[in-house]
Every structure is written in structure tokens, then in C-alpha cells.
């Protein structure tokens, strides 16, 4: 009879007792699941404390194995969180006295450096940001970003108001001041990348010498190896960035913007964006190695003339007819005046005009849209390998893709690419290599390897279809295929999807078929660092989760933009029932704050991090003249199934979605789990399998849950959850 009330009262897996033997009073066992279930409740909320007290009195009244190891999951996990912690304390006072021993060597303009970061270590940074003595720094900070624009250093002022912007991330002042600058960095990079890597060198070494002073013990960072040692060919030329680009183009996309975006957009402010956009290419000093004619200042000035006139001349034109004209009357100045490519200016004239509606907003020119295809399609022509730039500049191999031409060609993590097509690659970037090693299906790329031992060899490698797997599982099992069980014992499956692309869902529905034929009982779906994508990938994640209801709803301010529209999941049952944490932090955005916050208004998911990006409009691409180019623009925005909108304007307090449980990293921490998660992502041969390969395996899977705090609490709460603890 007892052993019956035992089962009744007690959850699967909560209880060890066998069949008669005796066991305690009902009362009791219902007061044991009880605190079980406010134990659960307490760490929902953060606070393990109170859950290892309640914990401690459950096992007091009942004498039971899996709240024993309920306890010691507890402080496992506490042992983590007081280590993580206490780094967290000694990075913030090694933070603010690295800001007296700056300030003293008279770096007060890289001080604010210093002050960024123990801002991110600190307990409170609303508090910490209204501390006297941080507002004094943030104001000198302010005066010497001014001066340093005034100077043209422009790369201290851009890391200044960066720094700014870290500390006030709700002052859109700092937003605003930072993209200005930024247009100018990007015009330099793309028409003067000499003098901006002189502009880098002198301002990197600066920053090195600042940063031994603030920490004598570090190790130089080794200086970055020049453009000039790397084979010309590698550099882009301008010309070929603004090929394809016409007036027809930029005319139909202020048309398009006018006629579509969300709200009623302002044909004066976008037109003041656009002459902002010019008088930055003719003001920036650097362009005349490009644009020889900037030098003429008697051209330049009668130019800036022009567009004063034209300014105040356009005012008096319809809104319609505003942008229209402004765009010829600009090429005319220019025309007869310093006569800069045409194309030139139209570029610049859309990225300042469509700058002054939102950051997301903008054309994708021919020369882009390749790129730009990769990014959302998850798949391009190339030979499948994920590369890096190591600190001496050289290409290095971070894994092949599985069943891809690099891979069965024998290419290795750790291998050093050192020529592309018998062309000296040192130096050259990621971007850079990539655009040389990709190219069309069914022709070759010569790469010259050298292994971490020294050998070299030739391997030619025939390029073909792409497909980056966009779901991923804990670690990649020897030889290919991915491990999901970040803990086998539970059965307890890890999923990270990095992006959103067409494949997502049809990769997913593998992944959980997979998984639900192996029995699992939980999952942790990491969506951190996950920038979004295609719409509708991230419903069809939602539908495996959930087997009703809204999922999200789109609308915008304007009687113009299609009416709202809901997407809802059709009643299905895949995975309906499986307890479900996601991970978020400030870098997942888009798609992955539709599926987090779909999944936490339903309540199916326990959502554990920090507050995602904000990134709640809508794009809609519009296709430009001959259709090789396209315009990109905002015309709605993403609402919640609670009703709030995830998008985050300049003066938003609330946006994105807010997790049910707040761990909060420090940037140390997400490297360092970054480095050890890529570890686990490297794609090994079948034949390194061995004991060892297993001990170092097991090693970096402990290191990662040392190092990610959140990861680690993702888990301990599905662990409690599987014994019985309590309910998502």
C-alpha cells in the first residue's frame, strides 16, 4: 500500500525505494515535493541560495538518493558561480586601478578604455555609470572624442565613443557620433587603405604601450603583419566595389523608400543624410591619393557651394519630387566641379540618405549581392573550409566541413595556408581569402599547405557546392556527425543553431528525429551569437517546440504596409513535451528573438542569459532597375505574442527579449568559451580516435562548462527539472 502512495507522490526518477520497503508518511512526502518545487521556483528566479536551503530540508525529511544528487548538482553549480564571480570582482578592480596607473602616465584619452570595461565587470552598471567620478571621465571623455574628430583621428575617435557607448548604451547621442565617424573610417578603407593602415599602426601602438602600462606582465601583442608583404593582387580595387552601380538604381530605391517604409518617412531629414554622406567624401583627407582632384581646393569649395544652394533651393519642392531632383542636381555639381565617378556619389548619397531611417536600411549593390546571397542562403561555391587569421597574419585552417572537397582532400585543422594559386598569402584577411579561394563550381584553387609539423604541399581542390550546416550539437564525433548529449547519463541534447538560412528547418527536423529516436528527455537550445536570417526558418524552429498558438505578428505605422500578419503554428506534436532551456545573450538578434520570445510568451521554454540585440524590423528586398542590385528596407516591425514589440528604437528602454533568468558574462568569459566551443566544433579523422583523443575530449567539455556560466545553469536547471524539481 505504501509503495503506492510513493508512487502517487512522488516524481519519476525522485525516488529509489523499492517495492515494500518502508517509506515515510504522506504528509511528509507531499511536503518533500513541496519544497522540491519552491527549491526549482527559487533558482528560476537566481536564487540558488534559497534552493539549496529548501533542498536541505527535503533531504532532512526524506532520505533520498536523486535529491542528494539534486544537492550536489546545487553546488557544483555554486562552486562555478562563486568562481565566476570572484573573477568577475578582481576584473573590475584590476579594471579601475588600471585607470589611475593610465591616468598617471598621461594616457588620459585611452583611460576611458579602462573605464568601458569595469563598467561590463560591474554589479550594478546603471549605479556605476552615475558615480561622480565616472561622469567626470565620461565628460573629459566626450571633449577629447571632439577634439580628435576636430584632429581627423578619426580611429580614436570611433574607439572613444565606443567606449562611451559601452557605458551608456542607452545615450543615442554616442550611436549617433559613432556612425559618423565610422563613414569615414569606411571611406578611408575603401579609397585610402594605405593611409589607414598608417592611421592603424600609429594608433595601435600607442594602444600596446598603454596597455603594458596598465598591465606590466602581459605579453606583447605581436604587430600585424603589413598589406605590402601580401601579393597585390589580393587587394580590392575600388573600381570594382562601385561596378554596376547607376543612377537608375539609387532613383528607385529613394522611390521604393518612400512609397514603403514602416512609417512615413522624411524626404528633408533623408536628403540632409545624403549631403552629410557627400561633404564627408570631399572633407575627408586621405581620398586625393584615389581622387587626385580633391586637391583642388578652389573645385572642392565652388562644389560645397553647390550643394549649400541646393539644399536650401530643394526645400521649396514637393516630397515627392525632393529626392529626385536632389539626385541630379548633386551629379551635375560634381560634373562640373571636381568631377569624382558618378558612381561614387550615388553610393554615398543612398548610404547617408537611407542612414537617417534606420541602421538596417540600405542598397546592396551589384558588388555586394553575391555575399549578401551567401549570408541568408547558408551555401555557396567554394571548397568548405573555416578559416581564420592567426597573430602572424597567416591563413589558418580552423576545421574542414564535413563531406565537403577540402575535407576529402585531406586539408586539417591547425594547417597554414600560405599560397592561394601560388600567390604569397600572408597578411591577407579572411574576406580577402575567401573571395580568391571561392569561385565557380566545377574549377580548381591551388592551395599551398603547411602542417603545424612544417611539411608543405600543393593540393589542388575543385570547387563546389557549399552547405554551411546552420544546427549544430555539442562536439563532432571522429570522422563526422555530431555528438547532441552534452550530458548522456539525464539525456539531456545540445543544440546551437549560428544562423537562420533557407536549410534551418529541414537541418532541425534531422537533428530532433535523431534525438527523438535516442529517447531524449531535455534540450538546451543556444542561440547566442546568433544574428538572425531567414523569417521563415525561425517559425519553423518555433513549430517544432510548440503545438499551438501565435508565434509572432508584423505591423508597421503606415495605412501603405500590408495589414498585420500573424503566423501561427499548425497543431502538430513534435517535440511539444520536452522540457526546453534556451540560451540568449545581447548578440542573438532577429530570428532568434522570434523563436525566444515566441517560446517564453507560451511559457514552453525557460529563457537563460542576458537581454537579446533589439533587432525587431522587418526587411523586405525591392529589386533595383536591372535587377542587380536591390534595396533592403525596413517596412515593419516584430511584434511578440504578448503584444510588445522586440525592436529597439534610439530612445527605447525596454526591447529585445529579457530572459527569465539573467547570467551575465564578462567578455573574458565569452572568449574563452568561444575558444573552447571552436575546439569542440573541429572535425576530426576516424583514425585520431583513441584514449587520448577521448581524455581531451572529456577535458574541453568540462573546461566549457567551468568557463560558460550560463551554459552551466541551462543545464543544472533541466537536471532538476528531470528529477522532479519542478515544471518550465
Same mark, same amino acid.
Given at each position: ?12 526518477g ?8 518502508? $517509506? ?14 519552491k ?11 534559497? $534552493? ?52 598617471e ?8 578604455d ?81 593611409i ?20 606590466p ?44 517604409y ?18 564627408a567624401?570631399?572633407? $575627408? ?31 521649396q ?100 595556408i ?10 591577407v ?53 555530431w ?55 525561425? $517559425? ?82 525591392f ?16 511584434y ?8 529597439r ?23 574563452e ?56
Amino acid at each position: 500500500m505504501w509503495s503506492l502512495v510513493v508512487a502517487v507522490f512522488t516524481s519519476a526518477g525522485t525516488t529509489a525505494l523499492a517495492m515494500g520497503q518502508a $517509506t515515510n508518511p504522506p504528509a511528509e512526502l507531499a511536503q518533500v515535493e513541496s519544497l522540491k518545487a519552491k527549491a526549482f521556483e527559487a533558482a528560476r528566479t537566481g536564487q540558488f541560495e534559497v $534552493t539549496s536551503q529548501l533542498l536541505t530540508q527535503a533531504i532532512e525529511l526524506q532520505s533520498d538518493p536523486a535529491l542528494e544528487t539534486m544537492s550536489r548538482w546545487l553546488e557544483e553549480h555554486r562552486v562555478r558561480q562563486e568562481k565566476v564571480g570572484q573573477q568577475r570582482s578582481n576584473e573590475f578592480e584590476k579594471s579601475v586601478s588600471q585607470i589611475k596607473l593610465v591616468k598617471e602616465a598621461g594616457h588620459d584619452a585611452y583611460a576611458i578604455d579602462f573605464l568601458a570595461a569595469a563598467s561590463l565587470y560591474a554589479t550594478d552598471r546603471d549605479a556605476f555609470a552615475k558615480e561622480p567620478w565616472v561622469r567626470e571621465m565620461i565628460a573629459e571623455a566626450t571633449a577629447m572624442a571632439q577634439a580628435a574628430e576636430d584632429a581627423e583621428q578619426w580611429l580614436t575617435a570611433r574607439r572613444i565613443y565606443g567606449d562611451l557607448s559601452a557605458i551608456e548604451p542607452t545615450q543615442p547621442l554616442w550611436r549617433t557620433r559613432l556612425n559618423d565617424v565610422s563613414r569615414r573610417l569606411r571611406l578611408l578603407a575603401v579609397y585610402a587603405p594605405k593611409i589607414l593602415d598608417e592611421m592603424y599602426d600609429k594608433e595601435t601602438d600607442v594602444i600596446e604601450a598603454v596597455r603594458l602600462i596598465a598591465d606590466p606582465e602581459r605579453n606583447p601583442t605581436p604587430r600585424a603583419v603589413r598589406n605590402e608583404e601580401m601579393d597585390e593582387s589580393f587587394k580590392v580595387d575600388w573600381r570594382k566595389t562601385l561596378e554596376g552601380v547607376n543612377a537608375f538604381m539609387l532613383r528607385d530605391a529613394m522611390e521604393d523608400a518612400r512609397q514603403a517604409y514602416w512609417r512615413t518617412s522624411d524626404p528633408t531629414d533623408m536628403l540632409t543624410g545624403a549631403m552629410q554622406a557627400i561633404r564627408a567624401v570631399v572633407s $575627408t583627407r586621405g581620398l586625393e591619393t584615389s581622387f587626385p582632384q580633391l586637391q583642388d581646393e578652389a573645385r572642392v569649395a565652388e562644389f560645397r557651394a553647390a550643394l549649400d544652394e541646393l539644399q536650401n533651393a530643394i526645400q521649396q519642392l514637393s516630397d515627392r519630387r525632393k529626392l529626385d531632383a536632389s539626385i541630379t542636381a548633386v551629379l551635375e555639381a560634381n560634373r562640373l566641379t571636381i568631377n569624382l565617378p558618378p558612381e561614387l556619389m550615388i553610393a554615398e548619397f543612398a548610404d547617408g540618405a537611407l542612414s537617417r531611417l534606420d541602421p538596417f536600411s540600405n542598397v546592396i549593390w551589384p558588388y555586394d549581392l553575391a555575399d549578401f546571397q551567401k549570408s541568408t542562403q547558408g551555401e555557396f561555391i567554394g571548397i568548405g573550409v573555416q578559416i581564420s587569421q592567426d597573430d602572424e597574419g597567416w591563413l589558418k585552417v580552423v576545421t574542414p566541413f564535413e563531406g565537403t572537397p577540402a575535407y576529402r582532400a585531406g586539408v586539417k585543422p591547425g594547417d597554414l595556408i600560405t599560397h592561394i594559386n601560388g600567390k604569397f598569402a600572408r597578411g591577407v584577411n579572411t574576406s580577402q581569402a575567401v573571395n580568391h579561394i571561392t569561385g565557380p563550381r566545377g574549377t580548381s584553387v591551388l592551395l599551398t599547405i603547411r602542417s603545424p609539423e612544417g611539411e608543405s604541399r600543393d593540393i589542388l581542390i575543385k570547387r563546389d557546392l557549399i552547405k554551411v550546416p546552420s544546427v549544430r550539437g555539442w562536439s563532432h564525433q571522429p570522422g563526422g556527425g555530431w555528438d547532441y548529449y552534452i550530458d548522456p547519463e539525464s539525456q539531456i541534447a545540445y543544440l546551437r543553431l549560428t544562423s537562420f538560412t533557407k536549410d534551418t528547418g529541414e537541418e532541425l527536423n534531422q537533428s530532433v528525429a535523431r534525438l527523438a529516436s535516442s529517447n531524449v528527455k531535455g534540450i538546451i537550445l543556444d542561440l547566442r551569437h546568433n544574428p538572425g536570417g531567414v523569417f521563415q526558418a525561425a $517559425t519553423a524552429v518555433v513549430d517544432k517546440f510548440l503545438s499551438d498558438g501565435v508565434i509572432v505578428s508584423r505591423r508597421g505605422e503606415r495605412d501603405l504596409n500590408p495589414p498585420p500578419a500573424v503566423t501561427a503554428v499548425p497543431h502538430r506534436d513534435d517535440l511539444p513535451n520536452i522540457p526546453l532551456v534556451v540560451l540568449v545573450n545581447q548578440y542573438s538578434a532577429s530570428a532568434s528573438e522570434i523563436v525566444a520570445g515566441a517560446l517564453k510568451d507560451h511559457r514552453r521554454a525557460l529563457i537563460v542569459g542576458e537581454r537579446t540585440f533589439g533587432k525587431g524590423s522587418v526587411q523586405e528586398l525591392f529589386p533595383l532597375a536591372d535587377r542587380t542590385a536591390y534595396l533592403k528596407l525596413t517596412t515593419s516591425h516584430y511584434y511578440l505574442p504578448s503584444g510588445r514589440c522586440i525592436h529597439r528604437e534610439e530612445d527605447s528602454t525596454v526591447w529585445g527579449v529579457e530572459p527569465d533568468l539573467i547570467i551575465n558574462m564578462t567578455p573574458e568569459q565569452m572568449r574563452e568559451a568561444n575558444r573552447v566551443r571552436q575546439s569542440l566544433d573541429v572535425l576530426h579523422d576516424s583514425a585520431q580516435e583513441g584514449e587520448t583523443a577521448v581524455k581531451e575530449q572529456d577535458q574541453l567539455e568540462n573546461q566549457l562548462l567551468e568557463t560558460d556560466p550560463q551554459l552551466s545553469t541551462a543545464l543544472l536547471m533541466l537536471r532538476m527539472r528531470l528529477a522532479g524539481a519542478g515544471v518550465m
